[in-house]
């Protein structure tokens, strides 16, 4: 089972960036997923989730109205489009996989995430 996290870079304050977490080894389409990010010397935050189906979304206050997640079941791939990015949303991103099948409660702490990907490099300059 592998998650490759990929999209990250250096940008500009008040640029835009996507990421997308591929999946691969196993199906994801029964499972939620879910970003979470972790600034130098900081812990893991939660970022945002999505159920299984995509219908639910569920985001974290530092970057509510500035995020969008979705997925591509057919693709195995998860996203995370990001507007009007500062210099404090700069940190490794990460995505990850819930250990559950078909939760009703999308879980939003990072104990509860089974598979991880090797997390993508977000860098925003002022």
């Known amino acids: 089972v592998q998650l490759q996290a990929s999209g990250g870079g250096l940008v500009q304050a008040g640029g835009s960036l996507r990421l997308s977490c591929a999946a691969s080894?196993?199906?994801?389409?029964?499972?939620?997923m879910a970003w979470f990010r972790q600034a130098p010397g900081k812990e893991r935050e939660f970022v945002s989730a999505?159920?299984?189906?995509?219908?639910?979304?569920y985001y974290g206050d530092s970057m509510k109205g500035r995020i969008t997640i979705s997925r591509d079941n057919a693709k195995n791939t998860l996203y995370l489009q990001m507007h009007s990015l500062k210099p404090g949303d700069t940190a490794v991103y990460y995505c990850?996989?819930?250990?559950?099948?078909?939760?009703?409660?999308?879980?939003?702490?990072?104990?509860?995430?089974?598979?991880w990907g090797q997390g993508t490099l977000v860098t925003v300059s002022s």
């Open positions: 990850a996989v819930d250990s559950k099948v078909r939760q009703m409660v999308v879980p939003r702490t990072s104990a509860e995430y089974e598979y």
């Open positions: 080894g196993r199906t994801f389409s029964d499972y939620a």
């Open positions: 999505i159920n299984w189906s995509g219908r639910s979304k």
